[in-house]
């Protein structure tokens, strides 16, 4: 935690910033280690305050300590506004994408006379490659899902609801120590699997239909994030086509991936195996993206991006082919960017499994 402080204050400078004001969630943890429902962290160049209510104080000592606690009664900007005034700053960051029209207005009416900066991604930037620890909750959270899939493999078959399958599978995960679902589970059976997130619905599974399942689980607040199609019977000859070129493409984009590519790139292969098979306009997303304190965070593996991969960065490659009216397949490994390439944390097979 104090190196990514330290991190962060060297960047303030840069940013042309006295301060920095936190309030999202995700970024909040990441800095401090708090993992409160609500509170907000005052960076400056040399110091680091966290500011919570009463409920939280004992709890924000012991999850953050290097942080100076700050109670405040409500509303927090005339505790705020005292803490800053007291620092002498005059221009101070807050983060644009997070906060609220009326907690900016709140900000400019209760602070005045200073400088309030809209900033994005100072402390993202530094969340994009993941340390041990965060690594470690990934992984794990990782081995949850392949353990789920291998228990609902066994679990699945026609006449159960896609709702009672992603129940399943997040109580599975629950038992074996997950703290929840990464999202709303992904169970898109027949037709549905040609919407790319069809939560699960009430619709009942049925022969010869293929079902997408994705889901991702929560470990140490970090996501992880899975995708597997299986076939209820016997695959008709398009459908293992179809199985087949999304694999290739997953495996192609796979075996790419290593520090100093772009996102882009990477990106450009899957969808080039689709496109060479005559599958292009059914593949209308990004090939992957980063997980970690976010399910979606960065870097975004889409067409043109620059992002240049970098060891740490966790993603996950997920090319599909959606065809309205019939149905889909996307097959979602979880890796981690290696100096050298990369570790694959999805161990289940690519294989067509069928049911
Ligand atoms: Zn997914
Ligand atoms: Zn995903």
Redesign the pocket.
Known sequence: MQVRLEKLQNKLPQAGLDGLLIGNRENRLYMSGFTGSEGKLLVTREGAFLCVDFRYVEQAREQAPGWEIVEYQRPYTATLSRLITGLGLQKVGFEKEYLSYQGYQSLLDNIPGIKWLPVAGLVESLRLQKDEAEIESIKRASRLDDLAFGHIVEYLGPGLREREVALELEVFARRQGGEGA??DI?VASGPRAALPHGVASDKLLQAGELVIM???TIVDSYHS???RTVIIGEPSAKQRKVYEVVREAQETALAAVAPGRSAGEIDALARKVIADRGYGPYFGHGVGHGVGLN?HEGPQLSPGAETVLLPGMVI?I?PGIYIPGWGGV?I?DLLLVTETGCEVFTQSSRELIKI
């Open positions: 990464s999202f992904i994705d889901f991702g994030d899975f995708t399910i996950t997920e996307r979602e």
